[in-house]
T-cell receptor, first 116, second 113 residues
Framework: ETGVTQTPRHLVMGMTNKKSLKCEQH?????MYWYKQSAKKPLELMFV???????ENNSVPSRFSPECPNSSHLFLHLHTLQPEDSALYLC???????????????FGPGTRLTVL | DQQVKQNSPSLSVQEGRISILNCDYT??????FLWYKKYPAEGPTFLIS?????DKNEDGRFTVFLNKSAKHLSLHIVPSQPGDSAVYFC????????????FGKGTKLSVKP
């Protein structure tokens, strides 16, 4: 595998379900991100992990819970979601080069989530 | 309020001609700008970037121009090819923002043979 991979590619879940999205990067990067893309809206940053520490949480509801067990893997745990959470969820990774600088982000193909 | 704006939702260009995609930003703290291309059912693909210390960066058929005083950047594609048809996103970040990219809504480019 190369680049950034995400599983599953499609997910349909009920509002009472618990599911997890998985992301893996094979680029040797040390920062990982979750984004949400809703219809007719720009990509919205949800979470940032840099050097395996969560450094950003953009006021995301607690029904979304990220986990970064190591620099190559990132999870997004989902529980009691709402229909308005249906969207494309994208994972990305980049390299933090120090002094506040990050290189360009590389994205996975995304998970298309539908909440019924 | 949107910090990164792409005011043209779509652009149609003839094959072989120049495509010019525009982007405006409001946050003067932004110092790194990127362009991404996205095909349906795929994640965005990085194209080209520019630091605020430069006003031009070129990579093959793609050139990005930055006008800091106008808070404006543009992506030029010359010559345009049908395979360039995709949605193009402009993004910006500021040093110290943990690599937080602020994206525009995108411009759909159609290159006609």
């Amino acid at each position: 595998e190369t680049g950034v991979t995400q599983t599953p590619r499609h997910l349909v879940m009920g509002m009472t379900n618990k599911k997890s999205l998985k992301c893996e990067q094979h680029l040797g990067h040390n920062a990982m991100y979750w984004y949400k893309q809703s219809a007719k809206k720009p990509l919205e940053l949800m979470f940032v992990y840099s050097l395996e520490e969560r450094v950003e949480n953009n006021s995301v509801p607690s029904r979304f819970s990220p986990e970064c067990p190591n620099s190559s893997h990132l999870f997004l745990h989902l529980h009691t979601l709402q229909p308005e959470d249906s969207a494309l969820y994208l994972c990305a990774s980049s390299r933090y080069t120090g002094q506040g600088f990050y290189n360009e982000q590389f994205f996975g193909p995304g998970t298309r989530l539908t909440v019924l | 309020d949107q910090q990164v704006k792409q005011n043209s939702p779509s652009l149609s260009v003839q094959e072989g001609r120049i495509s010019i995609l525009n982007c405006d930003y409001t946050n003067s703290m932004f110092d790194y700008f990127l362009w991404y291309k996205k095909y349906p059912a795929e994640g965005p693909t990085f194209l080209i970037s520019i630091s605020s210390i430069k006003d031009k960066n070129e990579d093959g058929r793609f050139t990005v121009f930055l006008n800091k005083s106008a808070k404006h950047l543009s992506l030029h594609i010359v010559p345009s090819q049908p395979g360039d048809s995709a949605v193009y996103f402009c993004a910006a970040s500021a040093r110290g923002s943990q690599g937080n990219l602020i994206f525009g809504k995108g411009t759909k480019l159609s290159v006609k043979p």
